[in-house]
């Protein structure tokens, strides 16, 4: 039986508690986005927290030419709840970046609820020691506005022999202006389909049928491919061979709301494998957030 297309980009995010019980319904609220008045890093203690932190830094100095504010939890974060709560009411008008592990982002997610936050975005991502992909990234995003997959596609296609990314944006995508806009890096085709919802498909050293199956699409049919002459990508002002250090630059850049590629799509996918792929990278994964307290 096919999967079906929707059900696979909006996937609710892959792993732990977060498969289990999904996404509130709270943390995608219709009310406008606030302006931040200040940006900070939220690391809950997950083994990634140092390397996402270089790679966050990173994008505030090259972007904004300021720095963020890192709080860093010193005990698990079921431990500090209280602490917490008292701390996100203290910080009202910031915008954090967050980062933890499967197990605190259920936490997380309630705490932030309790404190009257808004999610703009949230992503997992996994280094597998099996599967087709090397590095998995499964995003959903207020609106392309807040988008890292873009980011990240351009930052792994230089260094990552093998990934794929799926993002879902719960807003409208912004009006066509002067004609279909799409993203793209050398060496990617891209497709659109617009059942049942518009998707875009980018795909680099595989055909879009492998793609397709690689994502659990059992048809390709129904995808026409994207002229090449209305598609862009995000330039790369920094980059690294650490795709931990990676992820946390391109959400941290999405925080910052600079230089995402608006596609006009519901949902999009990157997939990317190279012919001489080889797995030397241990096991890993983590979540990110992107809220407004």
């Known amino acids: 039986m096919e999967v079906d297309r929707r059900s696979l980009m909006k996937g609710m995010l892959a792993g732990g508690a977060l498969l289990a019980l999904g996404t509130p319904p709270w943390t995608f609220a219709e009310s406008p986005v606030r302006k931040a008045g200040g940006y900070g890093l939220f690391l ?39 602490k917490i709560a008292r701390f996100l009411e203290r910080t009202r008008g910031i915008r954090w970046v967050a980062v933890t592990d499967d197990a605190g982002a259920v936490i997380f997610l309630e705490l932030t ?11 997992t991502h996994a280094c597998l020691t099996d599967g087709a992909f090397l590095l998995r990234h ?15 596609a351009s930052h792994f296609i230089q260094t990552v022999d093998r990934f794929s990314i799926t993002e879902h944006f719960l807003q409208e995508p912004p009006e066509e202006q002067g004609g279909l806009t799409s993203w793209t890096a ?6 659109r389909s617009e059942e049942p919802e518009v998707i875009h498909m980018h795909c680099s050293g595989l055909s879009l049928p492998d793609g397709c199956r690689q994502l659990g699409l059992e048809t390709s049919d129904g995808w026409v491919p994207i002229p ?21 630059y391109a959400v941290a850049a ?19 494998q190279s ?19």
């Open 44 to 82: 809950g203690g997950s083994p990634a927290d140092e390397a996402f932190a270089r790679g966050a830094r990173a994008a505030c100095a090259a972007l904004v030419s300021e720095d963020l504010h890192i709080v860093k939890l010193k005990d698990e974060l079921l431990a500090g709840t209280d």
């Open 186 to 191: 050398p060496g990617f085709s891209s497709y």
């Open 138 to 152: 499964d995003l959903a995003a207020t609106s392309p506005a807040h988008s890292a997959g873009g980011l990240l």
């Open 113 to 123: 609820r309790a404190a009257g936050g808004r999610l703009l975005s949230m992503g």
């Open 254 to 272: 999405s925080a910052l709301g600079i230089g995402a590629v608006q596609e006009s799509c519901m949902s999009r996918a990157f997939v990317h």
């Open 275 to 293: 012919s001489d792929a080889k797995r030397t990278k241990p096991a890993e994964r983590f979540v990110s957030f992107v809220i407004d307290v």
């Open 228 to 248: 090449p002459q209305v598609r862009v990508s995000e330039p790369l002002t920094w980059q690294s061979r650490s795709w931990l250090e990676s992820v946390g």
